[in-house]
């Protein structure tokens, strides 16, 4: 079975600082791994994902995160923070694989809400 | 752009009532899913469909049901309305071409609240 573990519900930055999120999971299978961000009064949208290939993923608003198969993380980061970050950032892994019956469900991290601060 | 709309932002209700969830997709996509989101919890599965009127249970299917007639319509229903039932719903939907590589497109949620 899979599971997801995001490290720290909270997180709050400075504007222009650097943004970590931390992501580690767990999966019987090789993984397929996604981050959403969740703006306030919004549903989710996808930021970025990791199915194969390339480890480094670069995703929308300046976002990227890197599959570290050893370490079973999938990190996101920004190099600098803008007020227009500070949402809720869900960690995700496909809980089965092409092929599979798993139809594309998911399961998803706990949360983090990041804060930005001027 | 795929839009995921859901027919109520607020909802309040009380306790015993049957609540609808209704959810529309304008892609065509294959897959449909239903979610509670809670503070601390992330999104919990309930029930997701892969076809018109093909539904498999979530992690919590308890004191739900759903209901899938046409391709683009999918329906979460609270047979009788508890209070440990208010929260966030989210109703999510993907293309299904690729299991497990899709992208889920969210609608904005509804917030119940059962009294």
């Known amino acids: 079975a899979q599971s997801v573990t995001q490290l720290g519900s909270h997180v709050s930055v400075s504007e222009g600082a650097l943004v970590l999120l931390r992501c580690n999971y767990s999966?019987?299978?090789?993984?397929?791994l996604f981050w959403y961000v969740q703006y306030p009064n919004q549903g989710l949208q996808l930021l970025l994902k990791y199915t194969t290939g390339a480890t480094l993923v670069k995703g929308i608003n300046g976002f990227e995160a890197e599959f570290k198969k050893s370490e079973t993380s999938f990190h996101l980061t920004k190099p600098s923070a803008h007020m227009s970050d500070a949402a809720e950032y869900f960690c995700a892994v496909s809980r089965g694989w092409a092929g599979g019956t798993s139809y594309g469900k998911l399961t998803f991290g706990q949360g983090t809400i990041l804060t930005v601060h001027p | 752009d795929v839009k995921v709309t859901q027919s109520s932002r607020y909802l309040v209700k009380r306790t015993g009532e049957k609540v609808f969830l209704e959810c529309v997709q304008d892609?065509?996509?294959?897959?449909m899913f239903w979610y509670r989101q809670d503070p601390g919890l992330g999104l919990r599965l309930i029930y997701f469909?892969?076809?018109?009127?093909?539904?498999e249970k979530g992690d919590i299917p308890e004191g739900y049901s759903v209901s899938r007639e046409k391709k683009e319509r999918f329906s979460l229903i609270l047979e009788s309305a508890s209070t440990n039932q208010t929260s966030m719903y989210l109703c999510?939907?993907?293309?299904?071409?690729?299991?497990?590589?899709?992208?889920?497109?969210f609608g904005p949620g509804t917030r119940l609240t059962v009294l």
């Open positions: 999510a939907s993907s293309p299904g071409r690729v299991a497990g590589t899709d992208t889920q497109y």
């Open positions: 469909s892969y076809d018109v009127k093909m539904k």
């Open positions: 892609m065509d996509h294959e897959n």
């Open positions: 999966s019987s299978v090789p993984p397929y």
